[in-house]
């Protein structure tokens, strides 16, 4: 997947700071931490999104996939980081996420809800895909080179599914809209957000 193409998948409206990756690289063991909770929360997401709309056969069916991914991702980390002498961390709380989630729209009709949820998490994906790329192409340790490139084909691929699933619970205009506000959302959060050396977002 070239870098032109995931740029046109994914449509941020704001690229990363070029400093991320260089002080993520000088700081790979919090960035393998914090990516292994990220793992860990985006299956927790799946499952809860299970729990909440069970009634959605083909989110149920969808969601059961990536959870299963998601946590492989999660058990892929964790060796990266066995494999270098380092352990699981504690989990730190995500600006990044707990602002994009303050946008989820409550109240509103059950359908426009699960849209909300659906390209949140969308958008997370999206971002993740974004960063995969900047260390698979960046960084020195070539292990985690193609590391980050198969998990960053995976994210742009759940970008793209979750992007699919609003659209089967709501009109594609109507889901079109409310991504391009999001998009514009997101780009105001990384925008605000220091780079740090210990996240993944």
Not at 137 to 165: C, P, R, T, W
Request: charged share 35%; proline share 3%.
């Amino acid at each position: 997947m070239s870098t032109s193409s995931t740029k046109t998948i994914l449509r941020l409206e704001l690229p990363t700071d070029p400093r991320w990756v260089n002080i993520a690289e000088k700081n790979i063991e919090e960035i393998l931490v914090d990516h292994a909770y990220c793992e860990q929360k985006a299956a927790t997401s799946g499952i809860s999104l299970i729990v909440k709309y069970p009634d959605k056969e083909k989110l149920v069916e969808e969601m059961t996939d990536l959870v299963a991914e998601e946590w492989s991702h999660f058990e892929r980390v964790l060796a990266e980081l066995k494999k270098r002498g380092y352990s699981l961390g504690r989990n730190r709380p995500d600006e990044y996420v707990v602002e994009l989630t303050k946008h989820i729209r409550k109240g509103d009709k059950r359908e426009r809800q699960l849209m909300d949820h659906l390209l949140v998490n969308a958008l997370i994906e999206a971002r993740s895909c974004e960063r995969f790329k900047l260390l698979w192409k960046n960084i020195a340790d070539e292990g985690l080179q193609q590391f980050y490139y198969e998990l960053m084909v995976s994210e742009a691929g759940h970008y793209v599914s979750f992007v699919k699933l609003a659209k089967e619970y709501m009109p594609a205009d109507v889901v079109d809209a409310r991504l391009k506000e999001l998009l514009a959302i997101e780009a105001d959060i990384i925008r605000n957000l220091k780079p740090r050396h210990d996240r993944m977002h």
